[in-house]
């Protein structure tokens, strides 16, 4: 089971086995895969939305090496007058896990010796909020909440690189999902996320 995954294939394969019960449970997972990685087009064109228009299609790259593997399924979905609907490129809606597809997500669930760190992703991540807090702060967004991790926990990491590797984007959003932080958008106009400590 020795497969080389990006880790756009991995959280895909852990957020299908999240929904995995009982297995073989189909997965409406490209609206998972929209709002946990922020896919949110605006009302213009998509071709005026570069950044997002390449994040979308790097997860749909993603989805394909993960049916060629035969490690997810596209599920055909049934009109209600029992006529197949045959969507058209990445149209499907629904997929299920595989029974291989599960096994290497299970395998992924298990933290490796590296991954482990002295504290919980959790706890390093409320330690630098509650910096940022002391500081004075209200609202802040994504870089200023990885600058104060680096401030705060970086000293376990050999070099910033190491860091960013480990505290990227989707890990800290993930984190801070699951701390139940709230999130509104920065502004008008402005696409960030701006997430609020008190």
């Not at 605006?42 to 049916?67: D, G, M, W």
């Not at 029974?99 to 959790?122: F, H, N, T, W, Y």
Request: aromatic share 10%; charged share 25%; glycine share 6%.
């Amino acid at each position: 089971m020795a497969l080389k995954l990006g880790w756009r294939e991995k959280i895909i394969l852990l957020l299908m086995l999240k929904c995995d019960d009982p297995p073989g449970t189909p997965n409406f997972l490209w609206i998972d895969i929209c709002k946990t990685f922020e896919i949110e087009f605006s009302s213009a064109s998509k071709k005026s939305q570069p950044l997002l228009l390449n994040k979308e299609h790097k997860f749909k790259c993603a989805l394909t090496r993960l049916i060629k593997r035969g490690l997810i399924k596209p599920v055909m979905m049934e009109r209600p007058d029992f006529s197949v609907q045959h969507p058209k490129g990445h149209g499907y809606n629904r997929y299920i896990l595989t029974k291989l597809g599960r096994q290497v997500a299970e395998k992924l669930q298990q933290p490796s010796p590296q991954q482990e760190q002295p504290l919980s992703d959790q706890a390093d991540l409320k330690k630098a909020l509650a910096e940022l807090v002391t500081q004075g702060y209200v609202h802040v967004i994504v870089e200023q909440i990885l600058e104060m991790l680096w401030q705060t926990v970086g000293y376990r990491f050999v070099i910033r690189e190491e860091f960013e590797r480990y505290w990227n984007e989707t890990r800290l959003g993930l984190v801070l999902q699951s701390c139940g932080i709230g999130r509104t958008r920065a502004g008008h106009g402005d696409r960030r996320w701006r997430y609020c400590l008190v």
